[in-house]
């Protein structure tokens, strides 16, 4: 009876277990912002899939030169649902696996471009 139980325990858990973990970096890419300002350029992102399921998005900066460089860069993001969420828990939203949006603003959406 105990070996049944203890059995029977060990395979839920491993179903459960089966249904957790990331999205395999489905998400990693560049992304440039859909409506920039009318006087910017628009912003550049990249997400990066680092092991353990953690994703990093850093921001693409230009100096008055034109050269891009790494600027804000925001580590140990997680997907949960339809969110990239590290210290704030609703930060980057997933619309799909092309398009994401800063935040809860409409107007920040950013599009996949590879």
């Known amino acids: 009876m105990f070996k049944k139980l203890l059995g029977g325990?060990?395979?839920a858990f491993t179903f459960l277990l089966s249904g957790c973990g990331g999205?395999?970096?489905e998400l990693a890419?560049?992304?440039i912002e859909?409506?920039?300002?009318?006087?910017?350029?628009?912003?550049?992102?990249?997400?990066?899939?680092?092991?353990?399921?953690y994703y990093t998005?850093?921001?693409v900066e230009k100096d008055k030169k034109g050269n891009e460089h790494n600027g804000t860069t925001?580590?140990?993001l997680i997907r949960d649902g339809d969110w990239?969420?590290?210290?704030?828990?609703?930060?980057?939203?997933?619309?799909d696996k092309n398009t994401l949006q800063l935040?809860?603003?409409?107007?920040?959406l950013y599009i996949r471009t590879n």
């Open 9 to 11: 325990f060990i395979l």
């Open 74 to 76: 925001n580590s140990f």
């Open 23 to 25: 999205d395999n970096g």
């Open 34 to 53: 859909k409506n920039p300002d009318n006087s910017d350029a628009p912003q550049k992102w990249i997400i990066k899939y680092e092991k353990d399921n």
């Open 57 to 59: 998005q850093i921001w």
């Open 84 to 95: 990239l969420a590290g210290k704030e828990k609703h930060f980057i939203r997933v619309i």
């Open 29 to 31: 890419g560049t992304y």
């Open 103 to 108: 935040r809860d603003d409409e107007n920040a």
